[in-house]
């Protein structure tokens, strides 16, 4: 499984979510690669799951993947949950 | 997928021992507690502005870090109260840098959700990873209520910048 995390730039926001996704997949022992991307770069890439922060949403029409808005992005809390969720769609499909 | 093509940049930086630790980018000069602005763009010209002066950031950075909330908009508004400003190396980045500032009376960066923001940080980057055990620190702090809460207590810059240098935990491999 992939999991994209996006912001505008690539190392800032979406690495903080990378980080704590990671930490959660550990946790739970998920096994997925999760990437950080700025937007510019990732129109036209794929991944299973996207997550991005929630005002980036008008971005984000045209992507494929699951998408996953987070509107507190160091609620870890908030964070597991919906990438969890997710997670468990894409299984289940 | 098109994801194939691990991004080597991230994961030789997550076995790296040579990562920027939060404490060696953060600076007395480049924090500051209690600061009056009225506007995100007063807000944001005050934190860039200690980093120009701290000699981290060339002053197009500070423009550069006003752009991006312009173009790509308030995300990076990351949590209630809390901004995380910043642009690309390329837009004038000398060292790795972390700039603090909180502010006397919140003001809104127009996040549907977020706004006021109390809570400003400025970084600079040099690339996209060395920073990332910095910013792991951070997060873990940001992830802490109590952290958080003196964070926006402290009302001298020394008590600020010393809550900030006291984050030394990372999480556990």
Not at chain 2, 14 to 37: D, F, G, M, W, Y
Not at chain 2, 95 to 122: K, Q, S
Not at chain 2, 136 to 154: C, H, P, W
Request: charged letters at 20%; a negative charge.
């Amino acid at each position: 499984m992939r999991i994209a995390t996006l912001c505008g730039m690539g190392f800032g926001t979406s690495m903080m979510l990378k980080l704590f996704i990671d930490e959660i997949l550990k946790v739970e022992n998920i096994k997925a690669e999760v990437i950080p991307w700025d937007l510019g770069s990732f129109k036209g890439q794929q991944a299973d799951i996207v997550v991005a922060p929630m005002d980036m949403a008008m971005h984000l029409k045209n992507v494929q993947a699951q998408v996953v808005l987070i509107n507190n992005l160091i609620d870890k809390g908030e964070i597991k949950e919906k990438v969890l969720k997710a997670i468990q769609d894409q299984l289940s499909t | 997928m098109d994801l194939d093509e691990p991004r080597e940049h991230v994961m030789s930086a997550a076995s790296s021992n040579r990562e920027i630790k939060l404490a060696e980018i953060i600076s007395p000069q480049t924090t500051r507690a209690r600061v009056a602005v009225n506007s995100w763009q007063e807000a944001t010209e005050f934190a860039g502005e200690l980093l120009v002066s701290a000699g981290k950031v060339h002053s197009r950075y500070v423009d550069a870090m006003k752009r991006v909330l312009q173009e790509i908009g308030p995300y990076a508004v990351i949590a209630p109260g809390i901004v995380l400003l910043h642009a690309r190396p390329e837009d004038g980045v000398i060292e790795p840098c972390l700039g603090l500032i909180t502010l006397a009376t919140p003001v809104p960066f127009g996040h549907p959700e977020n706004d006021p923001v109390d809570v400003v940080f400025a970084l600079g980057a040099i690339d996209k990873h060395s920073h990332i055990l910095a910013l792991q620190q951070l997060a873990n702090m940001l992830g802490d209520e109590l952290s958080l809460m003196k964070i926006r207590s402290a009302t001298e810059d020394g008590e600020l910048y010393d809550i900030l240098n006291s984050q030394n935990h990372v999480i556990a491999e």
